[in-house]
């Protein structure tokens, strides 16, 4: 059964922090929160859990579209090809937000997701979310967690989600009530943004 453990965003207990880190440098899958929705994650660079959460979410690793979660945009030439002035000046003005923006990947990029051309990037503007990633030293690849219920299309409520995943992830935190709306994903991989999905970010900045 997962450990359900308190995390308060506004000034992160670095125990809590570090119990959540070595949970996923072992491999474990943890459900964290963003500045949008609960999001299920994992160590980037652990390709059992990668598989687990491909298969919790019933798709092939190599076809799933998961987001890097980064801490800082220092993070991005380690997966992201070089990026022109225009596209890093989106970058610097809309993140840390509640963007996800498609990126082309380079040949750096995981085993598991070479073949594919881009990648999904977030840098959420919560401070749990970006104290675990920089602890941890490299990003979390991440899902959001969609609830069965249709009327809310996420989970919000800490608890429920920890009633619901705890026999499928090794921790929950509880860093209040989540949003249940999405990023807003912005495609920046061609010549002119393109808006993927409108969620939370407002898309009249592009």
């Not at 995390?7 to 070595?22: G, L, M, Q, S």
Request: negative net charge; glycine residues 8%; hydrophobic residues 35%.
């Amino acid at each position: 059964m997962a450990e359900f453990i308190k995390i308060y965003e506004d000034n992160p207990n670095e125990a809590a922090i570090k119990k959540v880190v070595d949970v996923l440098k072992n491999g474990g899958l943890v459900i964290y929160p963003t500045d949008t929705v609960y999001g299920l994650g994992c160590d980037i660079t652990n390709t059992k859990a990668l598989e687990r959460i491909a298969k919790i979410k019933g798709i092939k690793l190599e076809k799933a579209n998961f987001s890097f979660v980064c801490s800082d945009l220092s993070n991005l030439s380690d997966y992201v090809k070089q990026i022109d002035t225009a596209t890093f000046k989106i970058l610097k003005r809309t993140l840390p937000g509640p963007y996800t923006f498609i990126l082309p990947g380079n040949n750096d990029l995981p085993k598991e997701f070479r073949k594919k051309k881009t990648v999904g990037i977030r840098i959420p503007d919560n401070n749990i979310a970006i104290c675990i990633v920089k602890m941890l030293g490299n990003p979390i690849v991440s899902t959001s967690i969609h609830d069965d219920d249709e009327v809310l299309e996420y989970s919000t409520d800490p608890e429920l989600i920890f009633e619901k995943w705890q026999h499928l992830v090794d921790l929950v935190i509880d860093g209040g009530y989540g949003d249940n709306v999405g990023s807003t994903i912005i495609d920046l991989s061609g010549y002119e943004p393109v808006i993927i999905r409108e969620g939370k970010g407002n898309p009249d900045i592009f």
